[in-house]
């Protein structure tokens, strides 16, 4: 049985999906403005490590939105546009902003072994459906119009507090916290199609029953999921962050339009930290896995660090910290081949693996405890009493949901190397390919002087520190 630690009641729950054969979960996307940081990846590494544990026992559709446009820079709607900001910040077009981070977005989330999900919805591409709903709120009388948006009026929908509670509501509505401009009715009030402004032409637009303009970021969410999902979607996800206000309008809107609840189990990940504060993206100094490679530290030593720490805590992040996860996940990987060595990587399973097996799984079923997962397997291949076919076989299962490259039979010695090492690798590999031998040789020079040698073996190149 998966129990899961529900934001809405605050309590550990047995899951039950509403369909055995299809459980269905959403996760809230990238902002493709700028680069993904390591923060915004430990979300995703948790996402990832609950659709492994869920779909160990259950086929599971999950969408995630990537958010193209309409994220304004304060999460309350106010300020500009993220894309158009990074758009001209870039002095690029917002489209062409948004398709690079987005495959910048996707390479670091394939690196830390995130599994992809079913449907990839892009904002943009949904506008459809957004304006059907903002539909739908007005014909139900959700909705009001000031100079600048249409917007949903939260005094009318009486569960507004459901995810944060009363007292939180009660003070942002005394206004404590959020500045209101004249035209709202209430501070939590928010936008769900704004309007181009007047003076100054937006990239991203389109035509709406209100007038030209682009959809509020809490009504992309709901319109996608529940497009791919139906109206009440057995998990929803994302950051801590998203609580007091993105999945609060998320429920508001939602439940006021179908009259059905919209997420049974909302799951949300704690923040990773940094010593001197929050890591923060539009803050723009921050770290990413292109820093971590070019410091020699390969991804899945983060993705080991993030596994270490229970996705409900704040970790606090330090490079001592990644010397420890990048030794012990060198370690694990030892002991791992090894194992493989001794039982001709044949796997037995026996009663004494299973229970190993078992205990690997209860850890993940008990809300993700990663950390307690990881200790077991350690001591399981440390264990006397296991063969190392039995050992063999409780890695299979073990390495499935850690997904730490236990089980390759070499280690890639590329992996710790810097990004622009390896991208001139690659691009000798295309020059030996095509047979031009010059440009192999100038970038075997260019290679050498960034500290590395490579060689040419019959298993491609090679590459050794100097
Ligand atoms: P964004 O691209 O800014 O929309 O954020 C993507 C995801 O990262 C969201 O689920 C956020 O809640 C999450 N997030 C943002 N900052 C952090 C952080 N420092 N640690 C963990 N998750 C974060
Ligand atoms: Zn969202």
């Known amino acids: 049985m998966i129990r899961l630690y529900n934001t809405a009641s605050r309590r550990k729950e047995d899951f039950t999906p509403q369909r055995k054969e299809n459980v269905t979960m ?3 996307g990238p902002t493709v403005y700028n680069f993904a940081h390591i923060g915004n990846l430990r979300t995703y590494i948790f996402e990832d490590l609950l659709s492994r544990t869920i779909r160990a026992e259950y086929p599971l559709t999950h969408v995630m939105n990537v958010t193209d446009v309409g994220h304004l820079v304060s ?3 106010d300020g500009e546009d993220k894309m158009e900001l990074g758009a001209a910040r870039e002095g690029k077009s917002a489209w062409d902003i948004a398709k690079f981070y987005e495959q910048k977005f996707w390479q670091d989330y394939d690196a830390l072994h995130c599994t992809r999900p079913t449907i990839v919805s892009r904002a943009t591409e949904h506008i459809a459906p957004m304006i059907e709903l903002v539909k739908t709120l007005e014909e139900k009388g959700y909705t009001y119009r000031t100079s600048d948006g249409i917007y949903y009026d939260t005094s009318k929908f009486d569960r507004y507090d459901a995810l944060v509670g009363h007292a939180h509501i009660s003070g942002l509505q ?5 500045e209101m401009s004249d035209e709202k009715r209430n501070p939590t009030d928010f936008a769900l199609w704004k309007f181009s402004p007047k003076d100054k032409k937006r990239q991203m637009e389109w035509d709406s029953p209100w007038g030209v303009g682009f959809p509020g970021w809490h009504i992309e969410c709901s319109a996608m999921a529940m497009k791919y999902l139906g109206n009440t979607l057995d998990i929803h996800c994302g950051g801590i962050d998203h609580v007091t206000i993105h999945h609060t309008n998320e429920i508001a809107q939602s439940e006021a339009a179908t009259g059905r609840k919209y997420v049974n ?5 704690e923040f990773l930290i940094l010593r001197s504060g929050k890591m923060s993206k539009s803050g723009g100094t921050f770290i990413t896995v292109d820093v971590l490679r070019e410091k020699g530290y390969e991804p899945l030593a983060y993705r080991y660090l993030c596994l270490g720490a229970h996705y409900r805590t704040q970790l606090e992040f330090s490079y001592e910290s990644m010397d420890s996860a990048a030794k012990s996940l060198k370690n694990l990987r030892a002991l791992a081949a090894q194992i493989g060595q001794e039982s001709a990587r044949t796997a037995q399973e026996t009663e004494n693996s299973r229970a190993w097996k078992t205990k690997f799984m209860q850890a993940m079923q008990d809300d993700l405890n990663a950390p307690k997962a ?6 399981a291949v ?6 190392a076919a039995e050992k063999w076989d409780f890695l299979q299962t073990a390495e499935a949901i850690l997904s730490l490259d236990l089980l390759k039979e070499e ?7 810097p990004t ?3 991208a001139l690798l690659e691009q000798r590999a295309a020059a030996r390919q095509a047979k031009d031998w010059k440009k192999s040789d100038e970038l075997r020079d260019a290679i050498a002087q960034k500290g590395y040698v490579v060689k040419d073996t019959p298993q491609g190149q090679q590459t050794e520190k100097k």
């Open 26 to 28: 959403y996760c809230c």
């Open 75 to 77: 999460d309350a709607d």
């Open 174 to 178: 005394g206004g404590a916290r959020v």
């Open 265 to 269: 189990y909302w799951i949300h990940g």
């Open 374 to 379: 990881l200790a077991v397997t350690w001591e």
């Open 382 to 387: 440390r264990c006397g009493e296991l063969s």
């Open 411 to 417: 280690q890639p010695a590329q992996l710790a190397l």
């Open 420 to 422: 622009e090492v390896l």
